[in-house]
């Protein structure tokens, strides 16, 4: 299995062998074609909470944007 466009969001953002600019989808899921099912696994819980793994020889660091939240005048 390998992930999906949907699984990775707009707030994501991917850093590939602590490289500084953030991969793009597209490479991030040609890596996964080659994942066990756990690994994919690990990484699908790395894209909801954020943090750094490395998988198959490769490290990524996950950093998840918060939503900006507006106060609504009462």
């Known amino acids: 299995m390998t992930l ?3 699984s990775i969001r707009y707030n ?5 062998n602590k490289s500084k600019e953030p991969s793009e989808k597209d490479e991030i ?6 994942w066990s ?3 994919e ?3 699908k819980k ?3 909470q954020g943090g750094s793994i ?3 020889g490769n490290h990524f660091k996950l950093v998840v944007q918060e939503k900006i939240r ?5």
Not at 12 to 16: D, E, R, T
Not at 29 to 34: D, G, R, T
């Open 46 to 48: 790395l894209l909801k």
């Open 41 to 43: 696994n690990l990484f």
């Open 4 to 6: 999906k466009k949907q």
């Open 54 to 56: 490395n998988i198959k």
């Open 12 to 16: 994501h953002k991917i850093y590939l």
């Open 70 to 74: 507006r106060l609504r005048d009462i």
């Open 37 to 39: 099912e756990n690994e």
């Open 29 to 34: 899921i040609a890596l996964s074609k080659f």
